[in-house]
């Protein structure tokens, strides 16, 4: 198993401001996915972030509003650019170390008033 | 495209008794797998089981068994001797294909377990 942090935990935030969020893991890893889970809502994949390259999106979500970076195999960060109350969501980080292993981190809890 | 269905918005069972979360799919990949996640009130994702989809036998972990039948394409979650920390939310995923391993969930079946 991996085991995942992010940062923060939570956050209240302003709409028009964005949000970055981080997520380590402690071991090398090649895929790492960042999802959204609205209040009441299932899990909903955003993108997956690629090492050395851009992330792929899923149909309804782009760059310039989910921002994502992956500067090694070990870290990425979701930025939420220009945040409107709709954003208001957990935000979890997963990563897949095998065809049958996908772990999630404790997930980021984002209100936006 | 892929798609999870869980019928049950909620489900009761008493403690130390047996339940089971229902879970169907649809895929037209001959390769697929299932995966069954716990999510608390805390908001953390828990793995709990796998089965994927040439395994011959059903999977299993400590109270956690997968009742996987594939032509009917189902993939129910049994859990055994509930206990009270088994209140929470329950997923049912699917992964692709691909190679990748991105996950296409249920909406969850809220299971509430009572003394």
């Known amino acids: 198993s991996a085991v995942i942090s992010q940062k923060p935990s939570r956050d209240i935030c302003q709409r028009g401001t964005s949000l970055t969020i981080q997520c380590q893991v402690d071991?090398?890893?090649?895929?790492m996915f960042w999802y959204r889970q609205q209040p009441g809502q299932s899990l909903t994949l955003i993108a997956t972030?690629?090492?050395?390259?851009?992330?792929?999106?899923e149909s309804g979500f782009v760059i310039d509003k989910f921002p994502i970076s992956r500067p090694n195999l070990t870290f990425s960060t979701l930025t939420v650019s220009n945040m409107s109350p709709e954003d208001s969501s957990i935000y979890l980080c997963s990563v897949g170390t095998g065809r049958n292993e996908q772990f999630f981190g404790p997930g980021t809890r984002l209100t936006v008033l | 495209a892929q798609k999870i269905t869980q019928t049950q918005p909620g489900m009761f069972v008493q403690e130390k008794e047996a339940v089971t979360l229902d879970c169907t799919y649809d895929t037209s990949d001959p390769s697929y797998g299932l995966f069954w996640y716990k999510q608390p009130s805390s908001g953390e994702m828990i793995f709990l089981i796998y089965q994927g989809s040439y395994d011959q036998q059903n999977a299993t972990e400590g109270r956690y068994s997968l009742n996987f039948q594939k032509a009917r394409k189902s993939a129910n979650l049994v859990i055994s001797a509930s206990q009270l920390g088994d209140s929470a939310m329950y997923f049912c995923?699917?992964?692709?294909?691909?190679?990748?391993?991105?996950?296409?969930f249920g909406k969850g079946t809220m299971l509430l377990v009572s003394p």
């Open positions: 071991s090398q890893v090649t895929m």
């Open positions: 995923a699917m992964s692709r294909s691909s190679g990748y391993s991105t996950l296409t």
């Open positions: 972030a690629n090492q050395g390259s851009e992330a792929t999106y």
